[in-house]
Nanobody, 123 residues
C-alpha cells in the first residue's frame, strides 16, 4: 500500500496558478489510480479528477474544466494538479487519493488518502 503526501498549496490571488504535488511511497505507484478531491468549508468532499494507472484521464469536475490539469510521473512516484485561472470558489483543502482499481472515481472507492493541502484564492 502507498502513503501519500501533498504539497504546493497556499494563498493566491484570483487568476493566479498553483501546482499541487502528491508524492507516494511504495514500489507499486504505477499500478494505482491517482485522484484529486477537494473539500470547501461547510461542503462535502468532491471528486476533481483521476488518472488511472491503465491510461487516460477521467472527466474533470465541470467547474474546473479547462483550468486544471492532472498528470503523473511514475518515475518520481508523483501525481500533479496544475491549477490555472484560479477562482475564489476553488478555495478548499485538496486531497490526493490512491486506489488499485482503474475505475475508481468515488470517494469510497479510494483506500489511501493524503493529509490534504490548503488552497486559498483571494478575490
Amino acid at each position: 500500500q502507498v502513503q501519500l503526501v501533498e504539497s504546493g498549496g497556499g494563498l493566491v490571488q484570483a487568476g493566479g496558478s498553483l501546482r499541487l504535488s502528491c508524492a507516494a511511497s511504495g514500489r507499486t505507484f504505477s499500478r494505482y489510480t491517482m485522484a484529486w478531491f477537494r473539500q470547501a468549508p461547510g461542503k462535502k468532499r468532491e471528486f476533481v479528477v483521476a488518472i488511472p494507472w491503465t491510461g487516460g484521464i477521467t472527466p474533470y469536475l465541470d467547474s474546473v474544466k479547462g483550468r486544471f490539469t492532472i498528470s503523473r510521473d511514475n518515475a518520481k512516484n508523483t501525481v500533479y494538479l496544475q491549477m490555472n485561472t484560479l477562482k475564489p470558489e476553488d478555495t478548499a483543502v485538496y486531497y490526493c487519493a490512491a486506489s488499485p482499481n482503474p475505475f475508481s472515481t468515488t470517494e469510497s472507492s479510494f483506500n489511501t488518502w493524503g493529509q490534504g493541502t490548503q488552497v486559498t484564492v483571494s478575490s
